[in-house]
């Protein structure tokens, strides 16, 4: 079985910051792409911040300069250090990890159960 676990949401005021981890494990061969979603109540699920093996990143023109994905494959770990933070910002967090299981198998998606953002005064 294979596990992701986020942490490091809160309520945060307007302009403050904050790092959302990831945690993944099990029986995992290679991880390969990562990444964070989003999703408010009332919207569609959104991509917030990807990150390849290689470690190219590539982020939604709403949190350029504010957010910065990480990854620490040692660990298996994933991060999203986020400033700067605004009232739109506020959403349920996931990470998503693309992952074998085995020598020369397809990689599967996996998905965390999310932690809550909240940016308010």
């Known amino acids: 079985q294979v596990q992701l676990v986020e942490s490091g949401g809160g309520l945060v005021q307007p302009g403050g910051s904050l790092r959302l981890s990831c945690a993944t494990s099990g029986n995992i061969f290679t991880i390969y792409g990562m990444s964070w979603y989003r999703q408010a109540p009332g919207k569609q699920r959104e991509l917030v911040a990807a990150i390849t093996s290689n470690g190219f990143t590539n982020y939604a023109d709403s949190v350029k300069g504010r957010f910065t994905i990480s990854r620490d494959d040692a660990k298996n770990m994933l991060y999203l250090e986020m400033k700067t933070l605004k009232p739109e910002d506020t959403a349920e967090y996931y990470c998503?990890?693309?992952?074998?299981?085995?020598?020369?198998?397809?990689?599967?998606?996996?998905w965390g159960q999310g932690t809550q953002v909240t940016v308010s005064k």
């Open positions: 998503k990890a693309e992952i074998s299981l085995a020598p020369y198998s397809d990689p599967s998606d996996y």
